[in-house]
Nanobody, 119 residues
Framework: QVQLVESGGGLVQAGGSLRLSCTAS????????MAWFRQAPGMEREFVSS?????YYGDSVKGRFTISRDNAKNTVYLQMNSLKPEDTAVYYC???????????????WGQGTQVTVSS
């Protein structure tokens, strides 16, 4: 019943910007913790950011990425600036009723959107 749908991925040059969106249905969006994770080829899934009672960022994206949400639209956004080739990954939207940084604790996931940053 819960659906998370990501959009906004694509190919950009290093130093460029991209904004990802995730629209949710089937849950009480305003009381849910929404999070972004990413996974590069051959790498473990990595915490990027989350929005709930507080906002958190992974060390690798602090100062460059910004998370925001519009509860009226059931949508969470990830604004990505100053992109680096190391940011290349599939980006996933996730939801849970409590805050976690470990991806294994999240029950609801989108299908992911590819972000590729060229040098």
């Amino acid at each position: 019943q819960v659906q998370l749908v990501e959009s906004g991925g694509g190919l950009v040059q290093a130093g460029g910007s991209l904004r990802l969106s995730c629209t949710a249905s089937g849950l009480t969006f305003s009381t849910s913790v929404m999070a972004w994770f990413r996974q590069a080829p051959g790498m473990e899934r990595e915490f990027v950011s989350s929005s709930g009672n507080n906002i958190y960022y992974g060390d690798s994206v602090k100062g460059r990425f910004t998370i925001s949400r519009d509860n009226a639209k059931n949508t969470v956004y990830l604004q990505m600036n100053s992109l680096k080739p190391e940011d290349t990954a599939v980006y996933y939207c996730a939801a849970e009723r409590y805050y976690y940084t470990d991806w294994r604790n999240y029950r609801y996931w989108g299908q992911g959107t590819q972000v590729t940053v060229s040098s």
